[in-house]
C-alpha cells in the first residue's frame, strides 16, 4: 500500500525559503520507474505540477517556476525534499506529493493530503 | 506547452442524472496520456480515469473516459450523492511538464 505525507512550515515570511518533505511508503525510489511529484493549488484554484523526481536522480521542474525550485531525494529515509525560493504572498497554496511510475503511465496514481503553507509577513 | 481548457467550468444535475465533461487540449501529445482526477472539498485529488478510458482501481463503471482528436470526455452515466466535486484533467505525454485542466465543478442542481 502506497502512502505519502508532506511536511514542512505553515507559515513562511516573504522572500524567505521553503522547505517540504515528502515521506513515503510502499515503494522504494531505488526502484526501476518509481517518481514522487510535487503538486501545488492555491485556494479555490486549480492545481498546478511544480517539479519531480525519478528513480534515477532525472529531475523535471516547471519552466514557469524552475529557477525557484529544487527537487531531491533520499532514498535510504524514503524521503523526498522540495525547496523553493523568494517565497511570495501569491505561492499561498496546498502542496501535495504524489507518487507516479514511469513504465506504468507517468501518471499522479497516489497523493498525499496535502499541507497547507501560507506566505505572510 | 499543452494547455487543457476544461468546459463547463461548472454543471448543476441532480442525482441520477447524466454528466458529460470536456478537456480540450491546445495540440496534439502522447496518444492516451491524459488522465482525470476527482477532488472534493479539504481533500486531496483521487485517479480516476487513466489512459484517456481505463479506470483507476476501485471506481465504479460508471465513470467512463473517451477521446475524440484533442478533446476528452469524461462521463458519469447516473450521477450519486458522492459525485459532487471538481473534475481535473490531466495530460502527461510533453515533458519536461505535465499540466492540469483549470476544473469542473458537478454541483447538484
Known amino acids: 500500500q502506497i502512502t505519502l505525507k508532506e511536511s514542512g512550515p505553515t507559515l513562511v515570511k516573504p522572500t524567505q525559503t521553503l522547505t517540504l518533505t515528502c515521506s513515503f511508503s510502499?515503494?522504494?525510489?531505488?526502484?526501476?520507474?518509481?517518481?514522487v511529484g510535487w503538486i501545488r493549488q492555491a485556494p479555490g484554484k486549480a492545481l498546478e505540477w511544480l517539479a519531480l523526481?525519478?528513480?534515477?536522480?532525472?529531475?523535471r521542474y516547471s519552466p514557469s517556476l524552475q529557477s525557484r525550485l529544487t527537487i531531491t531525494k533520499d532514498t535510504s529515509k524514503n524521503q523526498v525534499v522540495l525547496i523553493m525560493t523568494n517565497m511570495d504572498p501569491v505561492d499561498t497554496a496546498t502542496y501535495y506529493c504524489?507518487?507516479?511510475?514511469?513504465?506504468?503511465?507517468?501518471?499522479?496514481?497516489?497523493w498525499g493530503q496535502g499541507t497547507l503553507v501560507t506566505v505572510s509577513s | 506547452e499543452v494547455v487543457l481548457t476544461q468546459s463547463p467550468d461548472t454543471l448543476s444535475l441532480s442525482p441520477g442524472e447524466r454528466a458529460t465533461l470536456s478537456c480540450r487540449a491546445s495540440?496534439?501529445?502522447?496518444?492516451?496520456?491524459l488522465v482525470w482526477y476527482q477532488q472534493k472539498p479539504g481533500q486531496a485529488p483521487r485517479l480516476l480515469i487513466y489512459?484517456?478510458?481505463s479506470r483507476a482501481t476501485g471506481i465504479p463503471d460508471r465513470f467512463s473516459g473517451s477521446r475524440s482528436g484533442t478533446d476528452f470526455t469524461l462521463t458519469i452515466s447516473r450521477l450519486e450523492p458522492e459525485d459532487f466535486a471538481v473534475y481535473y484533467c490531466?495530460?502527461?505525454?510533453?515533458?519536461?511538464?505535465?499540466?492540469f485542466g483549470q476544473g469542473t465543478k458537478v454541483e447538484i442542481k
Open positions: 490531466q495530460q502527461y505525454g510533453t515533458t519536461p511538464q505535465w499540466t
Open positions: 489512459g484517456v478510458s
Open positions: 510502499g515503494f522504494s525510489l531505488s526502484t526501476s520507474g518509481e517518481g
Open positions: 495540440r496534439s501529445f502522447g496518444s492516451s496520456h
Open positions: 523526481i525519478y528513480w534515477d536522480d532525472d529531475k
Open positions: 504524489a507518487h507516479t511510475n514511469y513504465f506504468e503511465g507517468d501518471y499522479f496514481d497516489y
